[in-house]
Each structure stands twice: as structure tokens, then as C-alpha cells.
T-cell receptor, first 112, second 109 residues
Framework: DADVTQTPRNRITKTGKRIMLECSQT?????MYWYRQDPGLGLRLIYY???????NKGEISDGYSVSRQAQAKFSLSLESAIPNQTALYFC???????????FGSGTRLTVV | DQQVKQNSPSLSVQEGRISILNCDYT??????FLWYKKYPAEGPTFLIS?????DKNEDGRFTVFLNKSAKHLSLHIVPSQPGDSAVYFC????????FGQGTELSVKP
């Protein structure tokens, strides 16, 4: 089993729909992150969480929300999807020191 | 404002030659710098890192150089192999990882 599992792997949704991307990890790490990848823009941080009771906005949090249900689970929601949220989304986890990020395989989201 | 920049979107190199990927940053408070490698349909994987107190770190065919005065780091791959073809991301650690835009390396046989 993968250390970081993201579901779904691919999703097509319509503008205005609510969608949730899920992430779970078996590394036992406290820190979890959501990034999105766009061509020419690299990986940009959406939200991050340093423990179950900690949620922080990243550089592009508008239009997104997150929930840290447990140490191992961190979900990302798009409350009302729009086409410019079409991207590849990655979840990651890291140890306390913040190094050694482990990424999931990504969710390819298309908003039509 | 982009704190970590990779100004070359792509690089093509012949097998056996050296690949040099470059990265610039703006924040002198970053503690660590890392390189990640990404294949299509996979998440990024850690390749090599360097502490801000060092100027060089080597791991097999991969060497990272850090020039703090110029706020510049580079990744050297010698010799380059076709399996090295991937997107390479530079990242800086300052509480959380901040990534550059990525450089797509193509190593031709």
C-alpha cells in the first residue's frame, strides 16, 4: 500500500458543484499539505496542517476549504467548483522537522 | 510574488553528458533547499537536499550546489541517463515547502 493515498485519481465535475478530494497517510506524520500543480506555475500550497487541531492557509486558499479528520486524514473541498480550479492536486505529509515530504500520486480534477 | 524561481521550463541533454538545472530564491531565511523529481502520473519524490550552512552536497550522480550570496542553487547530474527524464522541482523550506515552477529534463539516447 502507498504511504499517501489520494482519492479519486481522476474526476470530472461541473461548474458550481461541491467536490471533496480525500487523502490518507500511513507514515504516522503529524504534518499534512495540499498543493496544486499547474503548467508553468509549479506546485502551489493551498492549505497545510501541523496537527489535528491546526489548519493554515497557504498561498492560494481562496475557493477551497479543508478538514483534518484525524492524524492520518486530510480532505480538501471545493465548495463551488469553477473551471480555473482544473489542475492536478497533490497531498503530502512530512515529519515534525518539516523535511522529507512524501507525496501522493495526485488527483486530476477537471471542472467543465 | 514567486520566492523560488526556475527560469528554464525545459532542458534537453545527450545521454552521458552533464545536466545542470538552476534555481533562484529571494528569501535569505530559508533553512534547507531540496530537489524533487516527478514522473508523469506520479507524485514528486525527494531527490537531494542541502542545508543553508553548506555549499555542496553530493549523492551518487547528483550534486547540489548552493551560492548564498547569489541566492542561487543548481543541481548537476553526471552522467545523465534516459531514466533521468522527468520534471525537476526546486523547493525551499521555511516552515513549509515552497516550490519553483519546475524544469522538464529530457535526456536523449
Amino acid at each position: 500500500d502507498a504511504d499517501v493515498t489520494q482519492t479519486p485519481r481522476n474526476r470530472i465535475t461541473k461548474t458550481g458543484k461541491r467536490i471533496m478530494l480525500e487523502c490518507s497517510q500511513t507514515k504516522g506524520h503529524d504534518r499534512m499539505y495540499w498543493y496544486r500543480q499547474d503548467p508553468g506555475l509549479g506546485l502551489r500550497l493551498i492549505y497545510y496542517s501541523f496537527d489535528v487541531k491546526d489548519i493554515n492557509k497557504g498561498e492560494i486558499s481562496d475557493g477551497y476549504s479543508v478538514s483534518r479528520q484525524a492524524q492520518a486524514k486530510f480532505s480538501l473541498s471545493l465548495e463551488s467548483a469553477i473551471p480555473n480550479q482544473t489542475a492536478l492536486y497533490f497531498c503530502a505529509t512530512s515529519s515534525f522537522e518539516g523535511l522529507g515530504y512524501t507525496f501522493g500520486s495526485g488527483t486530476r480534477l477537471t471542472v467543465v | 510574488d514567486q520566492q523560488v524561481k526556475q527560469n528554464s521550463p525545459s532542458l534537453s541533454v545527450q545521454e552521458g553528458r552533464i545536466s545542470i538545472l538552476n534555481c533562484d530564491y529571494t528569501n535569505s531565511m530559508f533553512d534547507y533547499f531540496l530537489w524533487y523529481k516527478k514522473y508523469p502520473a506520479e507524485g514528486p519524490t525527494f531527490l537531494i537536499s542541502i542545508s543553508s550552512i553548506k555549499d555542496k552536497n553530493e549523492d551518487g550522480r547528483f550534486t547540489v550546489f548552493l551560492n548564498k550570496s547569489a541566492k542561487h542553487l543548481s543541481l548537476h547530474i553526471v552522467p545523465s541517463q534516459p531514466g533521468d527524464s522527468a520534471v525537476y522541482f526546486c523547493a525551499a523550506e521555511g516552515g513549509k515547502l515552497i516550490f519553483g515552477q519546475g524544469t522538464e529534463l529530457s535526456v536523449k539516447p
